[in-house]
Nanobody
Framework: QLVESGGGLVQPGESLTLSCAVS????????MGWFRQAPGKGREEVSC??????????RYLEAEKGRLTVSRDKAKNTLNLRIDTQKPEDTAVYYC??????????????WGQGTQVTVSP
């Protein structure tokens, strides 16, 4: 089970960290990542991180590189996403997801319910 948290209303320029609580499996068992869906738009991948057994490397949405940091907290069994310098265009529902493999090839096969992030003055 994947349960996202940390969303809410934030001011432009602020930072925000989203968390995905993972239950039933280790957070490092499969590749995991984040997607978002803005109003009226399709779902897009924000980040994906490989398992430590591969190399633990991550990839990010090209347009947002430098503002995003994805990480695993193995002690808490959570996947986190930090978004710096929030912009109104970051307003979206953010979803946590797992891939059916150790790397980020193909598509995720399991999703959380999402958490709403709204960036507004």
């Amino acid at each position: 089970q994947l349960v996202e948290s940390g969303g809410g209303l934030v001011q432009p320029g602020e930072s925000l960290t989203l968390s995905c609580a993972v239950s039933g499996v280790s957070v490092d068992r499969y590749a995991m990542g984040w997607f978002r869906q803005a109003p009226g738009k399709g779902r897009e991948e924000v980040s994906c991180i490989r398992t430590s057994s591969v190399d633990g490397r991550s990839r990010y949405l090209e347009a947002e590189k430098g503002r995003l940091t994805v990480s695993r907290d193995k002690a808490k069994n959570t996947l986190n996403l930090r978004i710096d310098t929030q912009k109104p265009e970051d307003t979206a529902v953010y979803y946590c997801a797992t891939w059916p493999s150790y790397d980020c090839d193909g598509s995720p096969d399991y999703w959380g319910q999402g958490t709403q992030v709204t960036v507004s003055p």
